[in-house]
Nanobody, 114 residues
Framework: QVQLVESGGGLVQAGESLSLSCAASGSRFSINTMGWYRQAPGKQRELVALISRGGSTNYADSVKGRFTISRDNAKNMVYLQMSSLKPEDTAVYSC????????WGQGTQVTVSA
């Protein structure tokens, strides 16, 4: 069974940068799309960024130009480099992978203070 484990969340000030990592393990099949979603208190979960196995990316408009998603297929890792962080980026960020079905990580808290 595929498991996703995120790391790298924390507390930063507005304008600073933060990186998230997600390690996938237990997959017997190639992992297709990987990515990140986030959920702020009182709000629905929303897409942050997705990346295909071939490297094609898709970003939410709110993070375009500030966040960069990347992956290492050999290591089954996906990364999210976040810069120019804003208080509205505060949320629990969850790793996502599609391997036959959808798999979700537990999430990591990102808090951006004003």
């Amino acid at each position: 069974q595929v498991q996703l484990v995120e790391s790298g969340g924390g507390l930063v000030q507005a304008g600073e940068s933060l990186s998230l990592s997600c390690a996938a393990s237990g997959s017997r099949f190639s992992i297709n799309t990987m990515g990140w979603y986030r959920q702020a208190p009182g709000k629905q979960r929303e897409l942050v960024a997705l990346i295909s196995r071939g490297g094609s990316t898709n970003y939410a408009d709110s993070v375009k130009g500030r966040f960069t998603i990347s992956r290492d297929n050999a290591k089954n890792m996906v990364y999210l480099q976040m810069s120019s962080l804003k208080p509205e980026d505060t949320a629990v960020y969850s790793c996502y992978a599609r391997v036959l079905g959808e798999v979700w990580g537990q999430g990591t808290q990102v808090t951006v203070s004003a």
